[in-house]
């Protein structure tokens, strides 16, 4: 009995209708339609299980615990090898067991799928959909694992993990299909779901010397980041990466393989770029258009420090009357972070300037700090930059002192690199995170010591960090027009940064001895991160949120994450997956299922 029949033998009425009408609560003593779970006695037999082996080849396998050996041994030498590897992305990547970050206080906690279907092509893929469907079974869609909110990983499902779906082809001049008559050839890449970003950088850039708009953490697979809207260190010259997708092929709900594009199912294809992962479909191929690469790139790291809070004040206006006047274009990029100690950190890239132009370009800045009372430049300002060909060649990277970490597992190919910036950020367990689209209205000189007062408060409780890459404003006027052609919240067309506020600690997990989450420092971290944001967002009430890099426990996710657009994904929901197979905490559809997605609340 498929899941549609089911519903209706359960008599649960009111299913809500294409066009977005409200969804109706369930009856009053039906029963609530649930998947199930093993021990169940709906659990598929073994011989079921056995059936989807043969099928997909052998690439079912069944998950066992990751850390079995710190369980059996805390203190043996395997379980201490165990979380030397948990600050290696190939590492955690590789295994389906695990997932980049390790936790949320509060939220959830890594946890392996029971079975794991470790797709090789889209046939694997509509088999593992065709049978969670069949067997109503809890669906997990991983590709890099590097959700923030748990969803690439649920406990009791089946995951379908895209890792070795990792083919890359280059175009000389692509078209849509069906899309003859509207769209002209252009150079691109098609790009398997499962292919991290990295590997991408060396087809495109390294050895095809073009340029694709992808993910700034190399580690990142590619469906989730356009699925997300995709920020790039080079946004403000490149804009997303979702607005750069011309076609993709995608699993729908009733195992059907669609080509989506402008001319074919043109409202799933607007609703996969930032309509967030797993909730539409197993996207299984993408093409992206490439672009002309620039001479140089570039990055520029210092850090400055202010003796006092006055003139912690002081520098941070400084600081932002500086972006507002000179850093406010497609040139520049990523980060300028404000610390409780009363330091700004930054860690910016540079894309088109060579270093001589961009270290032109700070030069008053610094040089009218370095004489101000009160202030120091604790680390002055460094400079990197290289040629553009270069700035993801392994070989070439691992010359700059500092700059990458190796994977260094004996087998491990000489390409496995990331960078030290992204390191933190390996295997973490999440303490708070917050984060919020701020409006260029705000750079206004008017407006600004509002900015200001309200920067310096946060940093009273908490690190404040502004990702200038991750909003559009100040973009070229043609990547602008491109994004809104995307689910995104609109409010990312006209927010100069994305502000984030944030902290963790290491990977940790429940019952493993010295790996167990700290709870009560995450708890205190957690709080003073929301008196930071709270203090922030008084001149951003309403702000939207990057829904890759938000808050799990936003109440207003819907408005955060797509705003005007929640109704129009809502409906594409509807449509093409009515029975609500594909689940992820906070994405479309999801108010109709338990917060664990194993129970359906409405219809």
């Known amino acids: 009995m498929d ?19 409200a969804p109706s609560v369930i009856a009053r003593g039906a029963m ?79 946890t392996p799928s029971a079975y794991a279907v470790k797709a090789q092509s889209t046939a694997d893929v509509v088999a593992a959909v065709n049978f969670a469907r069949e067997n109503n079974l809890r669906l997990v869609i991983k590709g890099g694992g590097h959700s923030y909110q748990g969803t690439s990983d649920a406990p009791d499902s089946l995951l379908i993990w895209t890792r070795e779906m990792s083919g890359i082809r280059l175009h000389d001049a692509f078209v849509p299909d069906g899309c003859d008559a509207t769209h002209a050839p252009q150079p691109a890449v098609t790009v398997e779901a499962g292919a991290r970003w990295l590997a991408v950088y060396d087809a495109v850039t390294t050895r095809g ?10 580690t990142v697979g590619v469906a989730g980041f356009i699925h997300g809207g995709g920020f790039g260190s080079f946004s403000k010259r490149y804009g997303l990466g979702a607005a750069g997708l011309l076609q993709a092929e995608i699993v729908t709900a009733d195992g059907a393989v669609l080509t989506v594009n402008a001319c074919n199912h043109p409202d799933l294809f607007w609703a996969i770029k930032g309509g ?22 570039g990055a520029a790291f210092g850090t400055i420090k202010a003796a006092s809070d006055t003139a912690f004040r002081d520098l941070i206006d400084k600081t932002l009357s500086f972006y507002a006047d000179r850093l406010f274009n497609p040139h520049w990029g990523e980060q300028i ?16 300037l060579g270093q001589a132009e961009a270290e032109s370009v700070w030069a ?21 930059a290289a040629p553009a060909q270069h700035f993801w060649d392994a070989d070439y990277l691992r010359k700059v002192p500092g700059l990458i970490v190796q994977d260094d597992r004996p087998a491990a190919p000489p390409g496995n690199i990331f960078y030290v910036g992204d390191s933190g950020q390996v295997g973490f367990f999440i303490h708070g995170y917050k984060s919020a689209w701020l409006p260029a209205s705000l750079l206004q000189e008017s407006e600004r010591q509002k900015l200001t007062d309200a920067v310096f408060a946060a940093s009273r409780h908490w690190p404040v960090a502004f990702h200038f890459n991750k909003g559009l404003a100040g973009a070229a006027a043609e990547e602008i027009d491109a994004a809104r052609d995307t689910a995104m919240n609109p409010a990312v067309l006209e927010a100069f940064a994305l502000v984030i506020i944030a902290g963790h600690g290491p990977p940790a997990f429940p019952g493993i001895p010295d790996h167990e989450p700290d709870l009560p420092r995450a708890r205190a971290d957690a709080q003073a991160i929301s008196r930071a944001f709270e203090s922030l967002v008084t001149v951003a009430p309403g702000a939207g949120a990057y829904l890759s890099e938000a808050d799990f426990f936003d109440p207003n996710w819907k408005t955060s994450y797509w705003g005007p657009n929640f109704d129009r994904l809502a409906a594409i929901k509807k449509r093409y997956d009515p029975d609500g197979l594909f689940f992820t905490h906070h994405g479309i559809g999801s108010d109709e299922w338990s917060a664990d997605g194993f129970t359906r609340l409405r219809t």
């Open 3 to 21: 899941r549609r029949t089911f519903l209706k033998a359960a008599a649960v009425s009111g299913l809500a209708s294409l066009g977005g009408a």
């Open 32 to 110: 609530p339609f649930a998947r199930v779970r093993p021990g169940d006695p709906a659990w598929p037999s073994q011989a079921r299980w056995n059936s989807l082996f043969n099928t997909v080849g052998g690439r079912l396998v069944k998950l066992d615990d990751p850390l079995a050996s710190c369980r059996a041994a805390p203190e043996g030498a395997a379980c201490q090898a165990d979380f030397k590897e948990m600050r290696n992305p190939y590492f955690i990547s590789e295994n389906p067991a695990l997932t980049e970050t390790s936790g949320w206080v509060d939220a959830w906690n890594s």
């Open 209 to 218: 010397g073009r340029y694709v708009q992808g993910g700034g953490c190399t």
């Open 276 to 297: 967030g992962g797993g909730a539409f479909g197993v996207l299984t191929r993408l093409t992206l258009r490439t672009r002309e690469l620039p001479i140089t790139f």
């Open 337 to 352: 972070a404000f610390g409780k100690d009363n330091t700004v950190h930054v860690a910016m890239v540079f894309q088109g």
């Open 364 to 384: 008053p800045f610094t040089s009218a700090l370095s004489s101000t009372k009160d202030i120091s430049i604790e680390r002055p300002l460094a400079f990197f």
